[in-house]
């Protein structure tokens, strides 16, 4: 068995925990900004350092590959995202480009023979915080690959498009030409010149630390549905009009997500998830009654036939007066359980076992790269545990030991792909 390097990953835990620090504990790097350049930089100095040839495509994705003993031999990629969302932790996606560099310098250090050229990447704007959609750059690349409905929200135009949150006159068309990273179309992963993907990632939930396990054999990513639910009444003034006769969209709203709520629970699916994480209300002045909100709901699971029930529950919110007011209800989007490729599964199962490293099957509740990648080469993921379950924070915390394991098992997992795939 192969053993990565405890030092070394916390070298790059620190440097990488620089560029964008936002000076307690945390970063915001967003995609193209100044600091993703620099993370950009920092990779593809080391990464060359240690002889690995450096590409880039024409959406800024980053490869650096060692080439295998087999010149004819398609890739063996492995990599994650470099942008954080605001006020980031220091593991969301980066952990997944250090360890795939981890790999790479392990290979190096100790001449492990390998016939398939190895990469490690980065992959542009995942976490789509400063130009939406999320996993854009994954969504452009595997675009002809993935199902007409997601594809339809990832056209190369409208993404090149996509206006800045924060500077609404910048695209991301513009800050990817400005990057320096910006390079050849024929550079993009494909199946021509991948065999296949890993992608290590920080859990972002407790499962691992509440089992007490180190790593995640992740297997699929769940099924998901987000609906719209919107409520019209009738604004008016907050002190002259009798209670009696309002059409108060926010106290709709309110009762409909208490509804959903004991409806989807009385349905006792265990594991299911779901929430309201969005909410829209006009026209949001304390002296009005609002007269519209729009919130969405959000509901994951792996199997299609219970979360069909879940959706039948959103569904019947429609058409129902609520305190008044006129609903209608909306399929946003959704996607089935894209399940991982069995074979390299087994081999992440198998390096856990043998490097004895604490592990177990589970879900990805969240979507990652991987999961569009999926769609057009065999690909898998690998869980770290992550402290408190807590992500998209700046107290998102992995320790340097799970890290390295998560780091340790890819690299086994790699290898046996490497002698036993195709
Ligand atoms: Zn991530």
Redesign the pocket.
Known sequence: MYQCNLERMKDKIKTFSKYGDAGHGGITRYSLSQEAIMARDEFRRRMEKIGAIIEMDDVANVYATLPGSDIDAKRISMG??ADSVKNGGNY??IL?VISAMEVLETVVENNIPHRHPLTAMIWTN??GSLFPPAMMSSGIVCYNYLPEEIRKNFKYEDMMASQSVLEHEITFGEALKKSGYMGKKENRISPENTMCVFET??E?GPILEDTGNDIGVVDCVLGMFNYRIKFYGQTTHAGTFPMEKRKDALFAAAQAICYLHEKIDALNIPGLVYTTGEIVCHPCVHTCVPDFVDFSIDARYENSEQLKKVEEVVQSCANKEWAGCRCEVKLAWNRDTVYWDKRLVEYVKKSAEELKIKHQFIHSG?G??AQFISYMVPTTMIFVQSRGGL?HCEDEYSTPEHCTSGATVMLNAVMKADQDFE
Request: overall charge negative; proline content about 0%; aromatic content about 0%.
């Open positions: 994650s995202h969301d996606g997944g995942e976490e990632h920080i972002q969240a990652h790269d992500s």
